[in-house]
């Protein structure tokens, strides 16, 4: 008599995982939100690779972490698919986006290819944590280089870039004051941030140097 031998039932789990694995890397590989949006170290505490990112930002291009999560808090409240609202047709239908504004840093297509072409990295997306906050930091770097604003005063440097190096040269804030009141609320965050980052600053670098020798 002939003995059939049958293989043991493979689990399912590992065939769902590599599909599963490929659409969050198509997708961005995007964080979902931090629960408090309020407390820096919160959000480095629950995202360590945002830390990490933020970090390596700063080596780069000279700009605290405080300042470029204050920006990231303002332009998308770090959701990493945001985009302004479309428009309405006749007060009802959606119709276009006002711009093509997208990601964490709410960068525009123009500036983003910019970006990519003075970096020398074509594959940034802007639903990536770590290439935001590199583009945050290389912006204002050189709004530093070009307006003089100094690499804290988030303010000024909100303000550049909303109205691009130029704008601000020109002065084409002053008179809007909605732009103004949201400078003044990116300087007030990141004050806020960098008290909290203060406290909190050696025990994050304390756990990554951890995790990076054991």
Known sequence: MRTVMISPRRPIWPLLALPLCWLMLLGGCATTQPRNHADI????????SWYRAAIRAEKRWKVPPPVTMAF???ESAFQARARPERTRLLGIIP???????????QALDGTWNEYRQATGNW??????FAHATDFIGWYNHHSHRRNRIPPTDA??????????????????YQHKPRLLNTANRVQQ??????????????ELSRGWLRRLLF
């Open 41 to 48: 170290c919160e959000i480095f505490a629950e995202n360590r």
């Open 155 to 172: 303010r000024n440097l909100y303000l550049a870039y909303h109205e691009g190096h130029g704008g601000y040269a020109r002065g084409t």
């Open 72 to 74: 990231i808090y303002q």
């Open 95 to 105: 119709w276009k986006r006002p711009s093509s504004a997208r990601g964490y840093a």
């Open 189 to 202: 965050n990141a004050n806020r941030y960098q008290r909290q980052y203060d406290q909190c600053e050696k």
């Open 123 to 128: 594959r940034a997306r802007r639903g990536n």
